[in-house]
């Protein structure tokens, strides 16, 4: 009898069986897709508790619902609020009372309009806070440094461009938070060597530290420098940094890994090679922009780190070919390489460095215009292991060259083909590397169906696909992408001009779709619109600009389905207010652009602005600047959102659209703009 | 009497630092006297009496271990600590008497047969003693600005004047009306009224001789002077003696070194000097300190501040008020900027830990109750307006705020001075 019963309540309650412990596996699993969460919690009162007893990490749309959220998730101990762009001290003291014990990281670096009395609460509740990311807090002054500083077991502190903050508020920082590990203080323009060096002093922890762009020189170089777990030191763009201040330094800084000494435009090759001196075991170095000659003496001040060293980034510096020589023969360990934007490189001075770089993964040679086949040629036959190319305009690499590189490196995974002469038979090649996930194929004139129909075939597991202005693609090069390639996240086809619904409704089979661009497609319509967001559930970026066919019913089917758009153009389409407005349907909605659309009224955008809580940036006509209520925009600024007043003027008619449509016209009119 | 007054501050200071408990018959500070010990010159004397007054401890100490044993040797723990320091302080005795000889020694060996003059050794050390009190015998680090000059013992002439002497107001006088003044240049021109025969250039030209005491026959020998003050660096009794250079250098050691601080700066209220050049330098920057770490010291410059935070555990920069508050600060800045540095110290906000927390717990509770309707509410109304918090309970975080402050400043003047430095450090 009893156990008839206990049989029949494990009927009607069928989860008593599962454990906690079992659920939480499952929802760790589940927790991949949000939607798929969503769902889980809302099949039951029990299963809605056990989600929230399972969750960490929250990324909440509005600070609004911070007390609900907070209350509900109890065990949060990761807080990104960089979608809540006004985060007040009345919401910073609800996340120290509710999750004061188990917040371990909060992310405040898009948000605004909270002061030191808010951080305060949150330093002095949240006895566990580990990381914080206040970067951007352009307002943020010292008093509120030393706020931080009560946060005494803070291991990650990211302070990026707070202009406002002096030597004084690090100093304070630097002694109440001991434990500080990682620091990043980029765009810290009131900290000089002071306050770094206190850094360096106090905290002897510090693994990673970001001085971009401050104002130091080398004297505080000398203590980070002592630092026993430096790891990361970045130095981007420190102008005071020069070979004088830097004279004396002895250093054995033997952690030290990564070093970014890129756009300090003092610092030459004596400088670098006494900082260099006692790295014995960096594997990073970054000389980005520098101002010396790469040449080979400069190669010489590597002797000491040459063992090691895994990654070398070159970009935008004059090199020279023995220089390269000197890199390729010293650093034989190399993985990466990039030499984007070095005009000078020649083929001699490339073919030179890759000849022994066995192990080279990664290769960037964009812009460098003087690249023939033959420096290519022997990329491909000399690093077979190559993951990542990118040759964005190397167009005098010929045809042959891409055949090669498709049967040679079989491992490549990331392709930058951007403006090259690569034709169907290159793509047919390239089609063998199974594991290719990111494919650029932005204005190649070479290409056509065929050789998109190998990608198809070949590479299915490709994520990223970039047909910018490759203008022989049509609707049947996109089906066969849309049929082999079904992991596609983000595709661009804008100024395809033949591309027309067929092909939107064949990549709405993509599911995991997020990113769709077919700005200045002037065939498709609203019903391939539809197809993509009835079915591409995982759409947040889209741009229409351009598309004169699209008009409200497709932003009405928009609104309904794609509940996660995050970011949409509609500039220069047939969209009226209704359409605007029915975009206040969709929650997660951040930035709108809609320059010289003609169907909107004022009162209509003023309507949608409203309508959108979670605007963070809008762009519009100038025009609309006047016509809009001022207390409307301030209301919208308080809120957290910011406006782009485009004046440009649209002469808009066919024609231009057409012109634009040409590659050649458009080409030649770049070159002009470039000359002039 | 000389003798009993030789002794006696050794005795006392004998006492003092053995016992420990009749501290206040004696103003002398412990470590002070005893480099007055080492540092004396020997003296048969002393000698005898520092012996006999040892073995008067030690048969005091005899008495009282005999007495333990009388009680079956239950020792206490009292007892036990009484008799050790008298054991270490009777050590100490024998040590400092017995290293009293050795520097005499070297100094008689070198100095004695070269012609160096030692005017007024005895009433110099009297002098020292009864000055004692005004202590600051750790102030060596002034005037060692001839730290690097190397003379050899006995190359120089070595002079040491008295302290009425060096502070006395005016070292040359009028022998007609007995007018003091502070250079003989201008006793020269004074002396010019008295008479025709003042006036001759003969009588006007500076005399070749500065030094009117008896002994300076030889011209050739460098001159160098030593402190009077028994113990210090500067006196030529100390082991590692560094002499002084003019009369001038001196009067400022003496001044600054063993004289008490009477000049306070009328600005800050705080700073004390006893050369009246070193107040006016002083005066000229005061207020300028505007580098100010927790414990209350302040810099006229950013990076000695930072050296000091670098150096100490526990300090941090103490954020001006100005900064924290733009508009609460600059009225009350306004209010107290002719009061100078005092105020500006009080007005300092530190964030120290206790008074946050204690601000915290105060006013958090009401803050979510309060929160809950007007945070909702915030967001409604299209009359927002940037500058305003909103509909943010502003009220309650401006208490915290003000409290905050409140107890900050209270806080400073005990956290300030030496006694944070233990306090804080780990």
Not at chain 1, 133 to 160: F, I, Q
Not at chain 1, 206 to 217: A, F, N
Not at chain 2, 193 to 221: C, I, N, R, V
Request: glycine share 8%.
């Amino acid at each position: 009898m009893k156990k008839a019963k206990q049989i029949q309540d494990m009927i009607s309650k069928p989860f008593d069986l599962l454990s906690e412990e079992l659920v939480f596996i499952i929802l760790d699993l589940v927790a991949q897709n949000p939607s798929d969460l969503k769902s889980f919690s809302l099949t039951c009162k029990w299963f809605y508790q056990v989600e929230a007893r399972h969750r960490r990490s929250l990324k909440p749309l509005r600070a609004e619902y911070l007390p609900r959220i907070l209350t509900r998730y109890r065990n949060t101990a990761d807080l990104d609020l960089s979608f809540c762009p006004r985060v007040t001290d009345y919401a910073l003291s609800v996340v120290g009372c509710l999750s004061g014990p188990t917040l371990r990281s909060v992310d405040l670096s898009r948000s605004f309009s909270f002061s030191a009395a808010g951080l305060l609460r949150l330093a002095v509740k949240c006895v566990s806070l580990v990381e914080i990311d206040l970067s951007n807090a352009t307002e943020m002054r010292d008093a509120a440094a030393a706020v931080v500083a009560e946060a005494k077991s803070l291991e990650r502190l990211k302070l990026g461009r707070c202009k406002k903050l002096t030597d004084m508020g690090i100093g304070c920082i630097a002694v109440g938070c001991r434990k500080l590990k990682r620091v990043s203080l980029k765009w810290c323009v009131g900290v000089g060597d002071l306050g770094v060096g206190l850094l360096a002093v106090k905290c002897k922890d510090i693994r990673s530290l970001d001085l971009s762009y401050l104002p130091i020189t080398g004297k505080c170089l000398h203590d980070v420098l002592k630092l026993q777990h430096l790891e990361e030191l970045l130095l981007q763009g420190c102008f005071g940094v020069d070979d004088d201040s830097l004279k004396s330094l002895t250093h054995h800084c033997n952690s030290l890994k990564n070093l970014d000494a890129s756009s300090c435009q003092n610092l030459t090759q004596r400088g670098l090679t006494s900082l260099l001196s006692g790295a014995g075991c960096l594997e990073r170095l970054d000389l980005a922009h520098s101002s010396s000659v790469i040449s080979l003496d400069f190669a010489s001040s590597l002797n000491k780190v040459s063992s090691a060293l895994q990654s070398i980034r070159l970009d935008g510096c004059a090199v020279t070919c023995d220089g390269l020589k000197a890199i390729g023969t010293l650093c034989i360990s190399l993985r990466e390489v990039s030499l984007s934007k070095c005009v000078t490189v020649t083929d001699e001075g490339l073919s030179c460095l890759v000849m022994k770089l066995k192990d080279l993964r990664k290769l960037d040679i964009t812009c460098c215009r003087k690249l023939t086949g033959v420096s290519i040629t022997q990329v491909a036959s000399s690093c077979p292991l190559l993951v990542s190319l990118k040759m964005e305009s190397c167009s005098l690499v010929s045809r042959d060259a891409f055949w090669l590189i498709g049967h040679k490196c079989r491992l490549l995974e990331e392709l930058d083909f951007t403006d090259n002469e690569i034709d169907d038979e290159g793509l047919k090649s390239i089609s063998s590397c199974r594991s290719l996930s990111s494919l650029k194929l932005g204005i190649c004139l070479n290409i056509t169906d065929r050789g998109l129909s190998y990608i198809g075939m070949g590479c299915s597991n490709l994520r990223e696909l970039d047909l910018y202005r490759s203008v022989g693609i049509t609707d049947v090069g996109i089906s066969s992408i849309a049929q082999g390639c079904c992991h596609l996240e983000t595709i661009n086809i804008s100024y395809c001009k033949d591309i027309t619904d067929k092909s939107l409704v064949s990549l709405s089979k993509c599911s995991m779709l997020q990113t769709f661009e077919s700005r200045g497609c002037p065939h498709i319509t609203c019903q391939g619109l539809a197809a993509i967001a009835v079915r591409c559930k995982r759409l947040s970026k889209l741009d229409l600009k351009k598309c004169p066919f699209i008009n409200d019913s497709g932003l009405l089917t928009l609104a309904h389905f794609s509940q996660g758009l995050k970011q949409i153009s509609v500039s220069e389409t047939g969209v009226t207010d209704v359409g605007l407005v029915s975009l206040a349907n969709i929650g997660c909605l951040q930035n709108i652009a809609a320059v010289n659309t003609r169907g909107l009224s004022p009162s209509g955008v003023a309507a949608a602005l409203v309508g959108c809580g979670g605007l963070r940036k809008v762009k519009l006509h100038a025009s609309l600047r006047s016509l809009l209520p001022s207390s409307l925009i301030n209301h919208m600024e308080a809120r957290g959102c910011s406006f782009l007043w485009k004046d440009y003027n649209n002469h808009n008619n066919s024609n231009t659209l057409q012109a634009e449509l040409d590659p050649k016209y458009w080409k030649l009119q770049l070159e002009e703009d470039i000359e002039l | 009497m000389e003798d009993e007054e030789e002794g006696e501050p050794n005795l006392h200071v004998f006492k003092a630092s053995s016992s420990g408990k009749d501290n206040n018959n004696n103003n002398n500070g412990g470590q002070a006297s005893v480099q007055g010990v080492k540092a004396q010159a020997w003296d048969p004397r002393t000698m005898l009496c520092n012996l006999s007054f040892m073995e008067q401890k030690i048969h005091e100490l005899q008495g009282l271990v005999h007495l333990i044993l009388g009680r079956n040797g239950q020792l206490q723990d009292e007892q036990q600590q009484l008799i050790t320091a008298d054991l270490t302080s009777i050590i100490i005795q024998l040590i400092s008497t017995a290293g009293s000889l050795l520097p005499s020694v070297n100094m008689l060996s070198t100095t004695a047969p070269g012609s160096a003059l030692f005017p007024f050794p005895r009433e110099a050390n009297n002098l020292a003693s009864q000055t004692l009190n005004n202590g600051g015998a750790s102030q060596e680090l002034e005037d060692d600005a001839e730290e690097g000059e190397n003379l050899p013992p006995g190359s120089y002439e070595i002079k040491q004047l008295e302290k009425e002497e060096i502070l006395a107001p005016h070292t040359n006088f009028c022998t007609i009306c007995g007018k003091g003044f502070k250079r003989d240049a201008n006793l020269r021109m004074h002396m010019r009224g008295h008479g025709d025969q003042y006036k001759t250039p003969a009588a006007l030209a500076k005399p070749p001789t500065k030094e009117t005491l008896p002994g300076s026959d030889a011209p050739m020998l460098i001159k160098r002077y030593s402190c009077p003050f028994p113990g210090c660096k500067r006196n030529k009794d100390h082991k590692r003696f560094q002499p002084l250079k003019t009369i001038l250098c001196v009067k400022n050691h003496y001044k600054r070194t063993h004289c008490d601080k009477s000049f306070t700066c009328s600005r800050c209220h705080t700073k004390k000097f006893s050369v009246i050049a070193d107040l006016k330098t002083h005066e000229k920057h005061c207020g300028q300190n505007k580098w100010l770490c927790s414990c209350g010291t302040t810099f006229s410059r950013k990076d000695k501040l930072f050296g000091h935070i670098a150096l100490f555990q526990g300090h941090t920069p103490a954020i001006p008020l100005e900064d924290t508050k733009p508009s609460a600060a600059a009225s009350s800045q306004r209010g107290s900027s002719g009061c100078g540095n005092s105020n500006n110290n009080a007005a300092m906000v530190s964030f120290s830990l206790g008074s946050a927390a204690n601000a915290n717990q105060e006013t958090s509770q009401p803050c979510v109750m309060d929160g809950k309707t007007s945070f909702e509410e915030s967001f409604s109304p299209l009359s927002f307006d940037i500058c305003n918090f909103g509909g943010f309970p502003r009220s309650i975080f401006d208490d915290s705020f003000q409290m905050l402050i409140s107890s900050a400043c209270g806080c400073s003047p005990i956290n300030g001075g030496v006694g944070s430095v233990s306090d804080t450090s780990l």
